[in-house]
């Protein structure tokens, strides 16, 4: 019995390793990896492209908390408007999406830290 429960732990680590190495490789490639993706889909947040790049997800915010400090930026690939904080340069670190009445989505390109 005991074989058999190292057996499932060692078969369910390497599942895990692979997919944070999976994600790593991703991200040093500038693409969104599948943690992301889940994630964004499970919020309910846009797929959102520009210039054929994805854009990551990184959470979601009150439109009362930043409403009064984003302007229009762009629009992507599918002709959803983009917005950024005033005085933030091209391209902006933090690139928003309104979504309803009160909900605005938070995204960001796909980079290391390091190469930022």
Known sequence: MKKKRWLT??????????????????LSSQK????N????????APHIRTQGQTLSYQGRMRTEDILDSIEPYATSDDGTTLYKAFGTPVPP????VKHENDIIFRYKYPRLPWKM
Do not use: D, H, K, N
């Open 37 to 44: 993706t889940s994630y964004r889909f499970i919020s309910g």
């Open 9 to 26: 732990g060692g078969v369910f680590m390497l599942f895990i390793s692979i997919l944070l190495l999976s994600e790593f490789i991703m």
């Open 93 to 96: 670190p933090w690139i928003y």
């Open 32 to 35: 969104v990896g599948l943690i």
